[in-house]
């Protein structure tokens, strides 16, 4: 895909669907690079998308799989789906999945997949990519019955919601997981969706009320835990690195505080995932 923008090798591509990381082609921060692979030197993992920009404009691509993506050229945006090469290219073997509809049927392995695309003034491109992002990754679910539908709302309640009719979490945060576990407890992660300085609005400290989000249920308990919930956050060891340097100015990133027990509301600064064990 190309645009006419001038983008000075610049480009950036998400990490793990979280922050976007920066990249400069045929450059490395940390070592002089010597480009052999003009192309695969280039290349990075894709899981949420990637974006170009200049003084105007930002064009954002998002994936709906993972896929590899660069900018080989300025103002473009290129994606890899699926590889078939028949030359090995020193790889050795030719690189030629096959599907096999029938015995004797057999074609070159096709990848179909979705790309959204979004062309925004400079600067203003994070609040499309997150939500729509989030839309991508965790769509709404249809389910199906065989039913009769005056059957079925006869004997079933068809409209209901855990959460206060006049509440809704913030647009900066993502509900991850709500879990009931075998005691009974319940498992709850929270996550901010945006960076810090990624938007003037929403890279701000959020706060998500729990009696509002949960309402109708009495929390008696919250435990916050590591973020793969198998110990409490207060008995995590924190591990002290030796940093050469002093690790030029980097500011301390905004952390949510301990969660008051009377007010029951958590606090979630730009990037970071919050894990709690709720009775």
Request: glycine share 8%.
């Amino acid at each position: 895909m190309t645009a006419n923008m001038e983008t000075n090798k610049e480009f950036y591509t998400d990490s793990n669907g979280r922050d976007f990381i920066k990249r400069v082609r045929d450059y490395r921060p940390d070592w002089p690079l010597v480009v052999n692979q003009p192309v695969a030197g280039n290349y990075y993992p894709l899981n949420l998308g990637m974006f170009t920009s200049d003084n105007k404009s930002e064009f954002s691509v998002l994936v709906d799989r993972a896929t590899g993506g660069s900018s080989i050229e300025d103002g473009q945006v290129e994606l890899m789906l699926h590889r078939r090469l028949l030359d090995p290219s020193g790889l050795g073997e030719a690189l030629d999945e096959i599907v096999c509809i029938e015995e004797n049927t057999c074609e070159g392995l096709t990848v179909r997949g979705n790309y959204y695309m979004s062309v925004n003034q400079a600067g203003s491109g994070a609040p499309w990519r997150r939500t729509t992002g989030q839309e991508v990754y965790s769509p709404l679910l249809l389910a199906f019955a065989h039913e009769k539908m005056e059957d079925w709302t006869a004997s079933h309640l068809t409209k209901s919601s855990i959460m206060d009719s006049n509440y809704s979490l913030p647009l900066n945060v993502a509900l991850i997981t709500l879990q009931e576990l075998d005691d009974g407890s319940v498992l709850l992660r929270l996550a901010h969706l945006y960076e810090a300085d990624e938007d003037p609005q929403y890279s701000t400290l959020a706060k998500v009320e729990l009696k509002k989000m949960l309402t109708g249920k009495a929390i008696r308990e919250v435990k916050e835990m590591s973020l793969s919930a198998n110990q409490e956050k207060s008995e995590m060891k924190k591990m002290t690195w030796k940093v050469e340097g002093d690790g030029g100015d980097v500011p301390t990133p905004v952390r949510g505080g301990p969660v008051d027990g009377s007010t029951l509301v958590v606090e979630l600064g730009p990037m970071e995932i919050r894990t709690f064990v709720l009775r």
